[in-house]
């Protein structure tokens, strides 16, 4: 049945409850829910039999059920759909077989069926889109709610993904026939587009449809019919642009389908329409708006990715974006540019306007490699390394490129240095000069090409005279002249030819010399901070050490000490470059050599390295062995290598592999135990006799069977085994070997194995020492001491000292060791027979827990037998080391007489190993140890004694506490190197709260301006990792301002400002700010005449960050600083205090910002003018008078009150995080001056001064 209305579609469902055109069709009445329940079966079985005509007459009921489809059943609305689906999909043939015949049809009513089914479809669909959506975001609910979810989401019994699918496929293939002639005239009405375009954009709005690859490919096809059909074109530009712009999820997606439409489609105005759209929005807009920023940057990156030859058309649009505030759309347009840059490479001929086009771009990139934001910095160099690995720069210039891409591994940003550092692997991997990069053989080759050049243009220059002369006699003859041309030709092409091969020998070079430049710079990245530059660095010196760079050395060695590296993610980087660089084989069918590879590798690692590099590398061999990367063949081989079984091995290699397999033997001792003997054949026969360092090694080695709890118990050796004879024989007969220099270490390395491995190591060590002492009484006994008896002399010493320290670790460690073992196996023998004599019996002991008291009572008085057997029986009493320690004390005591370097130092290390047996040998001598420590003339003593000091004041405090401030006097040593001991002594002493800090922590201040910048960085460590210590910091700072403000302290006022800038950057606190504003203002009234520290003062108040109350505090003692207004550094530092106050004060504080500017002013006026007034007083004095009378008038003082509440304790600490104690000032002390003393007269002066400011003094004074 026909219907003479027509069918309006609506913009709002509503409207067709109301009449709004004449002839438009009108739904008189929606159904109520009870009559859609009755009447939708018939109608759903009316409109399958009869078809789509059948929709004039159901209309109604069909759009009451979108009306009311909140209050129907899920399955109403289903069977709805179902039929709705069937029925479109049967019209869509109908209607294409209709209008392919060109049948006679009714316009009218074929056009009204297509508009109320086409609208009916596509509100079902956002119906059921809606609740999918709700089903979805039910899912992610709490755990109580998820029994609730599960019965929503069963609710749904069909795929509504595969049912989305068949509509939009209906409704494709209504668009793909000619549906425009049901219209008059023949063109679709608008608001028919948009039906089926919003349709379409509103489900891709949601992120799960938009995934569905299928859902998008159907989608994208209707768009681009409607574009192409149906003058969609402007409507879909401005709605990509608003998707993009509240969707972030669609940025991609509308990249595919932009591209897929141009693709397909051939809709490129779409694309320019889009870019165009973008371009008109405000670049303040831009940079507000984030979120949409970057959806329009990565639509523009993903589109020139795939589509750009047209995003090149229109690059001029958006090149303007390159200038605005916006970063990210200035990435994306770089990121474009790159894009097109890439794209072009794949044309075979490039013709002139695209290599200008190409260059532009690159011109562009390069521009901008020193933007001012770092995220387009680190942009344009990932850009650049896309670009380099597609090869699509031109090799003239990629020098320069690289050029800027090495400046900036000094960038501020980290994100900046790790991708040059990746930008440089990744040109080093596709560099155009191939993998020999040997400079010197590279330059040999070039000095040869040139010369071969020189040659053959003298060659040419000959042979063109001779042509010449030829042309003048024969000026008839033609086939002389062409004869000579083709010799001239091929001459010119071969000079051509080597001049192109030098000019690539020449960028060759230059190529390896970047990277030689780099490598130091990228090295120093291996200590930063942040582990992504570490982890970058580490990457590229793999990849530079594969390329045969043999500066890479350097940095792979700097490597090593992160292997100890606290993140776990550098650590395994490091182990994984180590294993990847010397453990890897090469790949080949020969295993032995493959192994033998791998063994040099090791090897190499070995050679030249500092001992801090070879602790590092144990712990390395260590992780080695841990994961399995050291097989037992590559340590057969290192032992062959040492016992020289494998031909052609050196010496020098042989004691390389023991070094390696020392360090393997940290993790795996296996191999060591079953080749004991043969360590001791090679490192105590002939072999070890002339190779000391070969023989320190080996007992360094068979020490580590002793070093671990875990390992098997080696039973001790008598004191007259082999091993020790060899060693006696070695000490004896090598110590009057004054040319070799390596007895010494040996000598520490022997010591110690005697005490790890003899029964009686105070035996064997006293038969040596009484060995030596005999050849020294000898050599003494020839006549006058000579050089040679002093050095015999040092190396006796050394050596009795060594002995002393490893019988206090053997009496401490072994000894107390083996006393709780046999105290605990006596106990658990008696606790086994007590239980068997009172098995039925209870105990009322065991009730009161005295059995375990009885243990801990063992263990102290375990300890303090050890302790009074090493104070009174080692280097104290009647033993032979006693009198040796007697004989040390002597030579340092004598200075003037042993007046040799080495003596002395052996002598004054020797007697602090001495004085760490024993708290009795300590205690006598500490007043020895310091005199030398002051005043011994020798650098290294003085060294090397600060070293030892740390080592006596962890092991006896109480002795050493009184001494505290030599320790910081050495600070102010002549020698860089005391000074560098002595500062990493006091550091690790006072972060581990060894000794308290006292006064003189204003010294360590000091060296913050030190002229050395090891010792100013040493400095900053220090108050660095002191700032960590809660309110260290903060209490120590007020003993810093007062003692370097005084100028005796000689710290200039340049000085103190750079080191207060430094310490105060610390204080963050607001409390602390507060306390610090008061206790400073207090401070000036204690220096009233003191313009220096006025000065002082007033720049560390214009350091602190000030808060509203700090400043209040300020305010409020403003009469303790008037009087210093008149100079004009405390006035610039109280109006830095103003100026900041007035950018961040509340605004209630600003009132008083204001009143202090105004008193400021005021005060500082009146204190210049009469500053003035007293000066012109001075001069009026000086002038002689004749009226003035000869009677002296008796002055009257001057009268200055102060505030009752001014009477504070100045810079008062917190005792409980640090001790500062002015009265223990140790500065002034000599060396034999008793521990304590009193104040010297200047410092009672000075506090006489300070405690006098605090009553009131009355003086008068006229101005």
Same mark, same amino acid.
């Given at each position: 049945?026909?219907?003479?209305?027509?069918?309006?579609?609506?913009?709002?469902?509503?409207?067709?409850?109301?009449?709004?055109?004449?002839?438009?069709?009108?739904?008189?009445?929606?159904?109520?829910?009870?009559?859609?329940?009755?009447?939708?079966?018939?109608?759903?079985?009316?409109?399958?039999?009869?078809?789509?005509?059948?929709?004039?007459?159901?209309?109604?009921?069909?759009?009451?059920?979108?009306?009311?489809?909140?209050?129907?059943? *899920?399955?109403?609305?289903?069977?709805?759909?179902?039929?709705?689906?069937?029925?479109?999909?049967?019209?869509?043939?109908?209607?294409?077989?209709?209008?392919?015949?060109?049948?006679?049809?009714?316009?009218?009513?074929?056009?009204?069926?297509?508009?109320?089914?086409?609208?009916?479809?596509?509100?079902?669909?956002?119906?059921?889109?809606?609740?999918?959506?709700?089903?979805?975001?039910?899912?992610?609910?709490?755990?109580?709610?998820?029994?609730?979810?599960?019965?929503?989401?069963?609710?749904?019994?069909?795929?509504?993904?595969?049912?989305?699918?068949?509509?939009?496929?209906?409704?494709?293939?209504?668009?793909?026939?000619?549906?425009?002639?049901?219209?008059?005239?023949?063109?679709?009405?608008?608001?028919?587009?948009?039906?089926?375009?919003?349709?379409?954009?509103?489900?891709?709005?949601?992120?799960?449809?938009?995934?569905?690859?299928?859902?998008?490919?159907?989608?994208?096809?209707?768009?681009?019919?409607?574009?192409?059909?149906?003058?969609?074109?402007?409507?879909?530009?401005?709605?990509?642009?608003?998707?993009?712009?509240?969707?972030?999820?669609?940025?991609?997606?509308?990249?595919?389908?932009?591209?897929?439409?141009?693709?397909?489609? !051939?809709?490129?105005?779409?694309?320019?329409?889009?870019?165009?759209?973008?371009?008109?929005?405000?670049?303040?807009?831009?940079?507000?708006?984030?979120?949409?920023?970057?959806?329009?940057?990565?639509?523009?990156?993903?589109?020139?990715?795939?589509?750009?030859?047209?995003?090149?058309?229109?690059?001029?649009?958006?090149?303007?974006?390159?200038?605005?505030?916006?970063?990210?759309?200035?990435?994306?347009?770089?990121?474009?540019?790159?894009?097109?840059?890439?794209?072009?490479?794949?044309?075979?001929?490039?013709?002139? +306007?695209?290599?200008?086009?190409?260059?532009?771009?690159?011109?562009?990139? $390069?521009?901008?490699?020193?933007? *001012?934001?770092?995220?387009? !910095?680190? @942009?344009?160099?990932?850009?650049?390394?896309?670009?380099?690995?597609?090869?699509?720069?031109?090799?003239?210039?990629?020098?320069?490129?690289? $050029?800027?891409?090495?400046?900036?591994?000094?960038?501020?940003?980290?994100?900046?240095?790790?991708?040059?550092?990746?930008?440089? +692997?990744?040109?080093?991997?596709?560099?155009?000069?191939?993998?020999?990069?040997?400079?010197?053989?590279?330059?040999?080759?070039?000095?040869?090409?040139?010369?071969?050049?020189?040659?053959? $243009?003298?060659?040419?220059?000959?042979?063109?005279?001779?042509?010449?002369?030829?042309?003048?006699?024969?000026?008839?003859?033609?086939?002389?002249?062409?004869?000579?041309?083709?010799?001239?030709?091929?001459?010119?092409?071969?000079?051509?030819?080597?001049?192109?091969?030098?000019?690539?020998?020449?960028?060759?070079?230059?190529?390896?010399?970047?990277?030689?430049?780099?490598?130091?710079?990228?090295?120093?990245?291996?200590?930063?901070?942040?582990?992504?530059?570490?982890?970058?660095?580490?990457?590229?010196?793999?990849?530079?050490?594969?390329?045969?760079?043999?500066?890479?050395?350097?940095?792979? @060695?700097?490597?090593?000490?992160?292997?100890?590296?606290?993140?776990?993610?550098?650590?395994?980087?490091?182990?994984?470059?180590?294993?990847?660089?010397?453990?890897?084989?090469?790949?080949?069918?020969?295993?032995?050599?493959?192994?033998?590879?791998?063994?040099?590798?090791?090897?190499?690692?070995?050679?030249?390295?500092?001992?801090?590099?070879?602790?590092?590398?144990?712990?390395?061999?260590?992780?080695?062995?841990?994961?399995?990367?050291?097989?037992?063949?590559?340590?057969?081989?290192?032992?062959?290598?040492?016992?020289?079984?494998?031909?052609?091995?050196?010496?020098?290699?042989?004691?390389?592999?023991?070094?390696?397999?020392?360090?393997?033997?940290? $993790?795996?001792?296996?191999?060591?135990?079953?080749?004991?003997?043969?360590?001791?054949?090679?490192?105590?026969?002939?072999?070890?006799?002339?190779?000391?360092?070969?023989?320190?090694?080996?007992?360094?080695?068979?020490?580590?069977?002793? !070093?671990?709890?875990?390992?098997?118990?080696? +039973?001790?050796?008598?004191?007259?085994?082999?091993?020790?004879? !060899?060693?006696?024989?070695?000490?004896?007969?090598?110590?009057?070997?004054?040319?070799?220099?390596?007895?010494?270490?040996?000598?520490?390395?022997?010591?110690?194995?005697?005490?790890?491995?003899?029964?009686?190591?105070?035996?064997?060590?006293?038969?040596?020492?009484?060995?030596?002492?005999?050849?020294? *009484?000898?050599?003494?006994?020839?006549?006058?001491?000579?050089?040679?008896?002093?050095?015999?002399?040092?190396?006796?010493?050394?050596?009795?000292?060594?002995?002393?320290?490893?019988?206090?670790?053997?009496?401490?460690?072994?000894?107390?060791?083996?006393?709780?073992?046999?105290?605990?196996?006596?106990?658990?023998?008696?606790?086994?027979?007590?239980?068997?004599?009172?098995?039925?019996?209870?105990?009322?002991?065991?009730?009161?827990?005295?059995?375990?008291?009885?243990?801990?009572?063992?263990?102290?008085?375990?300890?303090?037998?050890?302790?009074?057997?090493?104070?009174?029986?080692?280097?104290?009493?009647?033993?032979?080391?006693?009198?040796?320690?007697?004989?040390?004390?002597?030579?340092?005591?004598?200075?003037?007489?042993?007046?040799?370097?080495?003596?002395?130092?052996?002598?004054?290390?020797?007697?602090?190993?001495?004085?760490?047996?024993?708290?009795?040998?300590?205690?006598?001598?500490?007043?020895?140890?310091?005199?030398?420590?002051?005043?011994?003339?020798?650098?290294?003593?003085?060294?090397?004694?600060?070293?030892?000091?740390?080592?006596?004041?962890?092991?006896?405090?109480?002795?050493?506490?009184?001494?505290?401030?030599?320790?910081?006097?050495?600070?102010?040593?002549?020698?860089?190197?005391?000074?560098?001991?002595?500062?990493?002594?006091?550091?690790?002493?006072?972060?581990?709260?060894?000794?308290?800090?006292?006064?003189?922590?204003?010294?360590?201040?000091?060296?913050?301006?030190?002229?050395?910048?090891?010792?100013?960085?040493?400095?900053?460590?220090?108050?660095?990792?002191?700032?960590?210590?809660?309110?260290?910091?903060?209490?120590?700072?007020?003993?810093i301002i007062s003692r370097l403000s005084d100028a005796e302290v000689g710290v200039t006022e340049a000085c103190f400002r750079s080191i207060l800038k430094y310490i105060m950057s610390f204080i963050e606190k607001d409390r602390q700010c507060e306390n610090l504003t008061e206790k400073i203002c207090y401070r000036f009234r204690a220096a009233k005449t003191d313009s220096r520290q006025w000065r002082n003062l007033a720049y560390c108040l214009s350091l602190l960050n000030l808060n509203d109350r700090a400043f209040r505090k300020l305010y409020e003692n403003f009469s303790c600083f008037q009087h210093a207004l008149v100079d004009d550094d405390v006035d610039a530092s109280f109006n830095t205090v103003l100026n900041k106050m007035k950018r961040f004060a509340k605004p209630e504080t600003k009132v008083l910002v204001e009143e202090f500017q105004d008193r400021l002013n005021e005060f500082r006026n009146k204190g210049i003018e009469n500053e003035n007034t007293a000066q012109r007083a001075v001069s009026v004095k000086k002038t002689p008078r004749k009226s003035v009378s000869k009677a002296k008038k008796k002055k009257k003082p001057i009268n200055i009150t102060f505030e009752d509440d001014s009477d504070v304790e100045l810079f008062d600490v917190d005792a409980d995080e640090i001790s500062v104690n002015v009265d223990s000032d140790?500065?002034?002390?000599?060396?034999?001056?008793?521990?304590?003393?009193?104040?010297?007269?200047?410092?009672?002066?000075?506090?006489?001064?300070?405690?006098?400011?605090?009553?009131?003094?009355?003086?008068?004074?006229?101005?």
């Amino acid at each position: 049945m026909s219907s003479p209305e027509q069918f309006k579609l609506p913009l709002k469902m509503e409207d067709l409850l109301h009449v709004t055109e004449l002839n438009s069709y009108v739904v008189e009445e929606v159904a109520t829910t009870r009559e859609i329940q009755c009447n939708i079966g018939s109608g759903n079985s009316d409109l399958r039999k009869h078809g789509a005509g059948e929709i004039l007459n159901l209309f109604n009921l069909y759009y009451s059920v979108l009306v009311k489809h909140n209050e129907l059943d *899920i399955m109403i609305k289903q069977d709805v759909w179902t039929t709705l689906l069937s029925v479109i999909k049967e019209y869509a043939i109908d209607i294409t077989a209709m209008l392919e015949k060109n049948e006679t049809i009714d316009k009218m009513k074929e056009l009204k069926i297509l508009k109320m089914l086409s609208y009916l479809v596509v509100n079902f669909i956002e119906i059921f889109e809606n609740s999918e959506n709700k089903i979805q975001m039910n899912l992610v609910t709490p755990r109580k709610n998820r029994k609730a979810t599960k019965k929503k989401a069963t609710n749904l019994s069909w795929s509504w993904k595969k049912e989305r699918d068949d509509a939009l496929s209906a409704i494709m293939q209504l668009l793909e026939t000619d549906i425009g002639r049901l219209w008059d005239p023949p063109v679709v009405e608008e608001e028919y587009v948009n039906l089926i375009s919003n349709c379409c954009y509103t489900i891709l709005e949601r992120q799960e449809s938009a995934k569905v690859a299928s859902t998008k490919e159907i989608i994208f096809h209707i768009i681009g019919l409607l574009i192409k059909k149906y003058n969609h074109s402007l409507g879909a530009s401005v709605k990509v642009v608003q998707l993009i712009q509240h969707f972030e999820h669609l940025a991609t997606v509308m990249a595919d389908a932009v591209a897929f439409y141009v693709n397909e489609y !051939r809709a490129n105005t779409v694309a320019s329409d889009i870019i165009r759209e973008i371009t008109k929005i405000s670049p303040q807009e831009l940079s507000r708006d984030s979120s949409s920023t970057r959806g329009y940057a990565t639509f523009l990156v993903e589109l020139a990715e795939k589509i750009p030859a047209v995003i090149n058309s229109n690059i001029s649009l958006l090149i303007s974006h390159l200038d605005g505030e916006s970063y990210v759309m200035r990435n994306a347009v770089l990121s474009v540019m790159g894009a097109i840059v890439v794209s072009l490479i794949h044309k075979d001929d490039l013709d002139d +306007a695209t290599k200008k086009t190409r260059d532009h771009f690159l011109d562009r990139l $390069e521009a901008h490699v020193h933007d *001012i934001n770092a995220f387009v !910095r680190s @942009k344009v160099i990932q850009i650049s390394t896309h670009i380099i690995s597609e090869k699509a720069v031109p090799i003239a210039r990629q020098p320069g490129l690289v $050029e800027l891409v090495l400046d900036r591994l000094h960038d501020k940003s980290s994100n900046v240095r790790r991708n040059a550092v990746k930008f440089l +692997a990744c040109y080093m991997a596709r560099n155009p000069y191939g993998a020999d990069f040997d400079v010197e053989k590279l330059t040999m080759t070039l000095e040869s090409t040139n010369a071969t050049i020189i040659q053959l $243009e003298l060659t040419l220059d000959q042979e063109n005279v001779t042509v010449k002369v030829e042309d003048q006699n024969n000026n008839n003859d033609s086939q002389n002249q062409v004869s000579s041309e083709d010799p001239l030709s091929e001459m010119e092409q071969k000079i051509s030819q080597h001049k192109l091969i030098a000019r690539y020998l020449k960028d060759a070079i230059g190529f390896v010399k970047q990277v030689q430049n780099a490598i130091p710079i990228i090295s120093g990245l291996l200590g930063s901070k942040t582990p992504s530059d570490v982890m970058e660095a580490i990457e590229f010196f793999v990849t530079a050490k594969s390329f045969g760079f043999d500066t890479t050395q350097i940095g792979i @060695k700097k490597m090593l000490p992160l292997v100890w590296s606290r993140e776990q993610t550098v650590k395994e980087a490091v182990i994984d470059a180590y294993k990847k660089l010397y453990l890897e084989k090469v790949g080949g069918q020969n295993k032995k050599r493959d192994y033998k590879v791998i063994v040099q590798g090791l090897l190499s690692l070995i050679k030249g390295s500092t001992i801090g590099e070879l602790v590092s590398l144990e712990e390395l061999m260590c992780e080695f062995m841990r994961k399995g990367f050291i097989s037992k063949e590559i340590i057969r081989l290192l032992w062959g290598y040492f016992t020289m079984a494998v031909n052609e091995v050196s010496q020098e290699d042989s004691h390389y592999a023991l070094v390696v397999l020392g360090m393997i033997a940290e $993790e795996e001792k296996s191999f060591l135990f079953s080749n004991i003997n043969t360590l001791i054949e090679i490192g105590f026969g002939p072999r070890g006799e002339n190779n000391l360092v070969l023989s320190k090694d080996i007992c360094y080695v068979l020490q580590k069977l002793y !070093r671990k709890k875990k390992e098997m118990n080696v +039973a001790r050796l008598p004191e007259d085994h082999t091993i020790f004879e !060899r060693i006696s024989s070695i000490l004896c007969t090598g110590i009057a070997d004054l040319k070799n220099n390596y007895w010494i270490p040996f000598s520490e390395e022997a010591i110690k194995l005697i005490y790890n491995l003899a029964l009686s190591p105070e035996s064997v060590c006293k038969s040596v020492i009484q060995c030596i002492a005999k050849q020294l *009484i000898s050599h003494l006994n020839e006549g006058e001491r000579n050089e040679i008896s002093s050095k015999l002399l040092a190396r006796f010493i050394t050596l009795t000292g060594n002995v002393a320290l490893c019988q206090l670790v053997h009496l401490d460690v072994t000894v107390s060791k083996q006393l709780k073992e046999r105290r605990q196996a006596g106990e658990n023998d008696k606790t086994i027979s007590e239980n068997k004599k009172k098995a039925h019996s209870s105990s009322d002991e065991d009730d009161l827990g005295l059995g375990g008291c009885v243990g801990a009572i063992a263990d102290d008085a375990e300890m303090e037998l050890i302790r009074q057997l090493c104070d009174s029986n080692v280097v104290t009493g009647n033993g032979m080391l006693s009198a040796c320690a007697n004989f040390i004390v002597v030579v340092c005591g004598n200075s003037k007489k042993f007046n040799e370097s080495e003596l002395q130092n052996a002598a004054a290390v020797a007697l602090a190993k001495c004085m760490l047996v024993s708290s009795k040998f300590c205690e006598q001598h500490l007043q020895l140890l310091f005199t030398i420590v002051e005043k011994s003339q020798f650098p290294s003593v003085r060294a090397n004694l600060a070293v030892a000091l740390h080592d006596l004041t962890v092991r006896f405090p109480n002795l050493i506490e009184p001494w505290t401030g030599h320790l910081y006097n050495q600070l102010k040593d002549s020698s860089l190197e005391v000074k560098r001991n002595s500062i990493k002594v006091l550091t690790h002493l006072i972060l581990n709260d060894m000794i308290k800090v006292k006064g003189q922590i204003s010294e360590m201040a000091v060296c913050l301006e030190d002229s050395s910048k090891e010792i100013s960085n040493l400095a900053k460590l220090f108050f660095s990792e002191l700032s960590k210590k809660g309110n260290a910091i903060y209490n120590i700072l007020p003993d810093i301002i007062s003692r370097l403000s005084d100028a005796e302290v000689g710290v200039t006022e340049a000085c103190f400002r750079s080191i207060l800038k430094y310490i105060m950057s610390f204080i963050e606190k607001d409390r602390q700010c507060e306390n610090l504003t008061e206790k400073i203002c207090y401070r000036f009234r204690a220096a009233k005449t003191d313009s220096r520290q006025w000065r002082n003062l007033a720049y560390c108040l214009s350091l602190l960050n000030l808060n509203d109350r700090a400043f209040r505090k300020l305010y409020e003692n403003f009469s303790c600083f008037q009087h210093a207004l008149v100079d004009d550094d405390v006035d610039a530092s109280f109006n830095t205090v103003l100026n900041k106050m007035k950018r961040f004060a509340k605004p209630e504080t600003k009132v008083l910002v204001e009143e202090f500017q105004d008193r400021l002013n005021e005060f500082r006026n009146k204190g210049i003018e009469n500053e003035n007034t007293a000066q012109r007083a001075v001069s009026v004095k000086k002038t002689p008078r004749k009226s003035v009378s000869k009677a002296k008038k008796k002055k009257k003082p001057i009268n200055i009150t102060f505030e009752d509440d001014s009477d504070v304790e100045l810079f008062d600490v917190d005792a409980d995080e640090i001790s500062v104690n002015v009265d223990s000032d140790l500065e002034n002390l000599e060396p034999s001056t008793p521990s304590r003393r009193k104040r010297s007269t200047a410092h009672k002066r000075k506090s006489k001064s300070i405690l006098s400011a605090k009553k009131p003094s009355t003086v008068n004074s006229r101005a």
